[in-house]
């Protein structure tokens, strides 16, 4: 697709000359090396990753690259071509509710890291930042930064990478995001950069933090799943997504579990809470989990374009229940539907951000004229289609 509201990914070894390149500039001589990590989009289960749900994410074939060199003075020293302001600091200073901006991705890991024990005091680093994980539109460009990121502290340092190694470094991440940059997400994201594999998408266990491997071929079925990006900015550091987290832990609480994940009966469960509020959001949740399910067995069993409409009601239980949609999200996923895609879903926070559409090839352009058309019609902004490869977690490039 050449048409100009398409994103290419950028070849990981570009992105990486732009990281050495502002490295160079910034911080003089040679980086020890660049580390990259994906974007992701979730293909179902959103919001259910801090309820101790199941999610079914993917990397993108977009990323984020870090050049890095090790210091010995504790100090911190960040650029990026995206932002025009860089950062510098005494890493002991770097604590919780001290905001430090988007250097907080990068400062809160190192913290985290820190804090583990895993890191002396005089350890410090020059990071140059270079992306091609398109900023603000609910595909985790902060957590493929801070992944890669903790990937090249652990192989300066020589901390473990192998499969126990990276779920330290996925917890590292957590808490920078968390912690230092004040966004109470779940881990999905964090996780998936991690651990992903190309053409799979990654089922997450939430609770148990168990993972499995689902081969995504939409190829196979002569589909074609589109990311859009309605370039609606979403934010999670407002109030919104904490909201729905403190709803769901009431909920909790009224029900005496400790997650929804480990309610028997669910009627039961739902006839119980008291609050309109809790149930929407609670039947939300126990419904989308239920999904996941029926999404990994029809992948599993090649059943492609039947996962569509589940993806769809995924969409309206995340409108309607959990509340999460925007105007932008919605009007891409009717406008996809209404041109023949075989499933359409809000991905990620939402209140903006993404939307994904699982299309039969041969209405790909059609999908894409109608979402550029209803937008334009609503005076909406002028959305932008990503390619959808399942692609590879974070790795030193
Ligand atoms: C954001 C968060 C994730 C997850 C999704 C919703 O992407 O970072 O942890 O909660 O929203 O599924």
Redesign the pocket.
């Known amino acids: 697709m050449t048409a100009p509201s398409w994103v290419d990914p950028v070849d990981v070894h570009a992105v990486a000359e732009g990281a050495e390149a502002l490295f160079g500039k910034v911080f003089g001589g040679q980086a020890d090396g660049v580390w990259a990590a994906p974007g992701r989009v979730?293909l179902i289960?959103?919001?259910?990753?801090?309820a101790g749900g199941l999610?079914l994410p993917f990397a993108l074939p977009y990323v984020t690259t870090v050049a890095v060199r090790a210091r010995r003075d504790g100090r911190l020293h960040c650029a990026s071509t995206h932002t025009g302001e860089p950062w510098q600091g005494d890493l002991s200073e770097v604590a919780p509710g001290h905001r430090i901006g988007w250097a907080a991705y990068v400062a809160g890991v190192v913290w985290a890291l820190r804090y583990s024990g895993a890191l002396s005091a005089e350890t410090g680093f020059d990071v140059a930042v270079h992306s091609c994980v398109p900023v603000g539109s609910?595909l985790?460009s902060?957590?493929a930064l801070e992944c890669a990121v903790a990937l090249a502290v652990a192989d300066l340092l020589g901390l473990p990478t192998d499969a126990n190694g990276r779920s330290a470094l996925i917890t590292a991440c957590v808490r920078a995001?968390n912690e230092i940059a004040g966004?109470a997400?779940?881990?999905?994201?964090q996780t998936v950069a991690m651990l992903a594999h190309p053409g799979h998408a990654l089922l997450l266990d939430c609770r148990s933090k168990a993972t499995r491997f689902v081969p995504i071929d939409f190829e196979s079925a002569n589909g074609r799943l589109i990311v859009i990006d309605t370039n609606a900015p979403h934010r999670?550091v407002d109030g919104q997504?904490g909201n729905r987290r403190a709803a769901l832990e009431k909920a909790c609480a009224e029900l005496g579990v400790n997650t929804l994940r480990d309610i028997d009966d669910e009627d039961s469960a739902l006839r119980t809470l008291t609050s309109p509020e809790s149930v929407k959001r609670a039947r939300h949740v126990l419904s989308e989990i239920s999904r996941v399910r029926e999404v990994v067995e029809l992948l599993e069993r090649g059943r492609i374009a039947d996962i569509g409409s589940l993806l769809t009601s995924s969409h309206l239980s995340l409108r309607d229940d959990y509340e999460?949609s925007s105007v932008e999200l919605d009007s891409a996923v009717d406008a996809a539907l209404e041109a023949g895609a075989w499933g359409a879903r809000m991905?990620?926070?939402?209140f903006g951000g993404s939307a994904l559409a699982l299309v039969p090839v041969d209405r790909v352009e059609d999908v894409v004229d109608n979402i550029l058309r209803c937008a334009a019609r609503a005076s909406l902004p002028t959305p932008q289609f990503l390619s959808a490869e399942p692609s590879h977690p974070a790795h030193r490039v």
Do not use: F
């Not at 289960?45 to 801090?50: L, R």
């Open positions: 979730n289960g959103e919001h259910v990753d801090y999610v609910g985790s902060s957590a995001e966004a997400t779940g881990g999905m994201d999670l997504y999460v991905t990620g926070g939402g």
